[in-house]
């Protein structure tokens, strides 16, 4: 079983990509192609902090709840994507651009 | 007053089991106790009680880091002069950090909580105390860590708790990072003979870039990165490396709550008596060079991302 993910991020053409609920959000959009902005991997760092636009996340691991709060209001706003999966198909804003990465960079330059 | 060394770092962890594993079976420490709030760790090269406390919280980042003074009397006067110096200073009973005697907690003006104590219980050498085996034990898990070093903490200006560290606690700074007007991007404060016991980088205040484990030598360092890599432990980018501030051979990773780690070796010493002995200079141009030195170049998220 798979839910839909839609990535958004101002200046960036949005991107839709599958994920499972036992794979980090992170971890699929790799999959996919996509480089998330990303560092500590365990949910510590926030490097990979989104908005939750539409839908359900699941955190496979505790997220600092440090790196969820707007650091001016101190609200609770960002989610963790190298810790959180989908609980339904769900639309997110990150707060870092993606960059994308060429699947298969080896067999590219294999002969045919 | 003086402080005698820096002693240990207590890191906020959402999930204090994983913590256990990640410093002992692959950072190489030795678990002292531990209870459903705290675990205590100690490095083998050390009798102290410990090193690094985890403590379990909703969020990554630094309690409070812990230094050493050389007499009880020099609690009071470090909590008068802190206070003097306009710091919030509160006493820390016997009892609320095990394997310690009472202290006092002093904010600093970058927001971080230093406390200050002078009685550590002893739990010797990994070696043993009498008749002990020298080196490290075949038997040996994890990393061949011998101490905690240092740590980096994070503000957005470093200036302020570098007035109050040299001028009130007697450290030392040993090398600084500072643009054209003359401010301080980063700062190594040492106290004792080693190059930083406690360094300060540019962030958000009160929060946490890395707690640093030296070793013996470069070998031990590339021995500790196949740990890292057997144990798929994230580390930085470049993998191993070395600073130009202090010429290390150095490789940074995260603890299961995204905390930083560093394995290194080959800091230089410096002696002398605090405030005679100048610091190294890097201008801000050439940072890349003093952080990365064989890459020449900082990730972004080298200082972006913090705990």
Redesign the interface.
């Given at each position: 079983m798979t839910y839909q993910v839609k990535l958004q991020h101002t200046g960036q053409p949005s991107v839709t990509f599958q994920c499972r609920p036992d794979q980090t959000i992170l971890q699929a959009a790799y999959d996919n192609g996509y480089l998330l902005s990303s560092t500590c991997l365990r949910g510590g760092c926030g490097a990979c902090r989104a908005q939750l636009i539409e839908g359900a996340v699941a955190e496979l691991a505790p997220m600092s709840r440090f790196h969820c709060q707007d650091p001016v209001s101190g609200e609770f706003k960002y989610r963790l994507l190298c810790v959180a999966s989908v609980a339904s198909d769900v639309v997110i804003e990150t707060d870092r651009p993606w960059q994308t990465r060429r699947k298969n960079p080896l067999s590219d330059r294999l002969p045919g | 007053m003086a402080i005698s060394r820096f002693s240990y770092a207590n890191v906020r962890v959402?999930?204090l089991q994983k913590a256990i594993i990640h410093y002992t079976d692959t950072v190489g420490l030795r678990l002292v106790e531990s209870d459903d709030q705290r675990a205590y760790f100690q490095a083998d090269e050390c009798q102290d009680h410990h090193c690094v406390i985890t403590t379990l919280s909703?969020?990554?980042?630094i309690d409070h880091v812990g230094f050493k003074v050389n007499d009880p009397s020099d609690l009071v006067e470090a909590a008068e002069a802190a206070s003097a110096h306009g710091l919030a200073v509160r006493d820390v009973p016997l009892g609320e950090i095990a394997g310690q005697g009472p202290g006092v907690m002093i904010t600093l003006p970058s927001e971080h909580n230093m406390l200050l104590f002078y009685h550590a219980d002893k739990i010797g050498y990994a070696g043993g105390m009498h008749n002990p085996v020298p080196g490290v034990s075949k038997n040996k898990i994890g990393a061949k860590v011998s101490h905690l070093d240092h740590t980096l903490l994070s503000c957005e200006n470093a200036q302020p708790t570098v007035d109050f560290l040299t001028e009130v606690f007697d450290f030392s700074c040993t090398e600084k990072v500072v643009d054209p007007g003359g401010n301080i991007i980063a700062a190594f404060m040492s106290c004792t003979n080693t190059m930083h016991d406690l360094a300060l980088g540019p962030g958000?205040n009160g929060t946490f870039h890395h707690m640093a484990f030296g070793m013996h030598s470069r070998g031990e360092v590339l021995e500790g990165v196949d740990i890292l890599k057997e144990d798929e432990v994230?580390a930085l980018e470049y993998g191993i490396t070395r600073h130009g501030i202090a010429g290390v051979t150095t490789i940074y990773f995260?603890?299961?709550?995204?905390?930083?780690n560093e394995f290194y070796n080959g800091a230089y010493q410096s002696p002398g008596r605090p405030g005679l002995v100048p610091p190294i200079i890097w201008d801000v141009e050439n940072f890349s060079r003093g952080a990365f030195y064989y890459e020449d170049a900082v990730p972004p998220?080298f200082f972006?991302?913090?705990?």
């Open positions: - | 959402m999930d909703d969020r990554a980042g958000p994230p995260h603890d299961p709550s995204g905390n930083r998220a972006d991302e913090v705990t």
